[in-house]
Antibody, heavy 120, light 107 residues
């Protein structure tokens, strides 16, 4: 059973960089064909896909966030990470890491999410 | 704004059948996946593609698609099915996008 766990600061100052890490257990991030995504959810709102990475470092980002987002992978630690630059209050949200999209377009395993608040 | 449109709220009587719909031009090319989210919890994949259910998801959940509409059907809704449901697919630029969500109430 694959498990994912997000970690990182819960409070970020406006204009600074939001940094989160997702630790994967119960499976290798190197699994052939697997993609690993970040998804966020503003309080009381819907889900927003941020971007994904695969084990070899190929990335694809939501165009609406592309200029500020970087996703990276550390296969030695079985982790992948998210950085969002120049954050504002609009980046306050719960951030989830998930495995996917799979061949069926599915995101099959999710972390519990971590709430990040952007405030001075 | 999402390119996948869902009704904000839907209700169903206990044991009855309910259909939750998701509209978007992407469904003429791509299939949908569906997620259930209960308050304070992470989303859970319930079904994707052509009726593929992860282990542990009851077979009362099924999907269908017609034209620009994808549908999630719950046959014999249970109290534990009360939750928010999100569809997911690709938009016109092949980016991944979620619908705005449907709050299902089981009466």
């Amino acid at each position: 059973q694959v498990q994912l766990q997000e970690s990182g600061p819960g409070l970020v100052t406006p204009s600074q960089t939001l940094s989160l890490t997702c630790s994967v257990s119960g499976g290798s991030i190197n699994s052939g064909g697997s993609y690993w995504s970040w998804i966020r959810q503003h309080t009381g709102k819907g889900l927003e896909w941020i971007g994904y990475i695969n084990y070899s470092g190929n990335t694809y980002y939501n165009p609406s966030l592309k200029s500020r987002v970087t996703i990276s992978v550390d296969t030695s630690k079985n982790q992948f990470s998210l950085k969002v630059n120049s954050v504002t209050a609009a980046d306050t949200a719960r951030y989830y890491c998930a495995r996917g999209p799979g061949d069926g377009g599915d995101f099959d395993y999710w972390g519990q999410g971590t709430l990040v608040t952007v405030s001075s | 704004s999402s390119e996948l449109t869902q009704d904000p709220t839907v209700s169903v009587a206990l044991g009855q059948t309910v259909r939750i719909t998701c509209q978007g031009d992407s469904f003429r090319s791509y299939l949908a996946s569906w997620y259930q989210q209960k308050p304070g919890q992470a989303p859970v994949l319930v079904i994707y593609g052509r009726n593929n259910r992860p282990s542990g998801i009851p077979d009362r959940f099924s999907v269908s698609s017609s034209g620009n509409t994808a549908s999630l059907t719950i046959t014999g809704a249970q109290a534990e099915d009360e939750a928010d449901y999100y569809c997911n697919s690709r938009d016109s630029s092949a980016n991944w996008v979620f619908g705005g969500g449907t709050k299902l109430t089981v009466l």
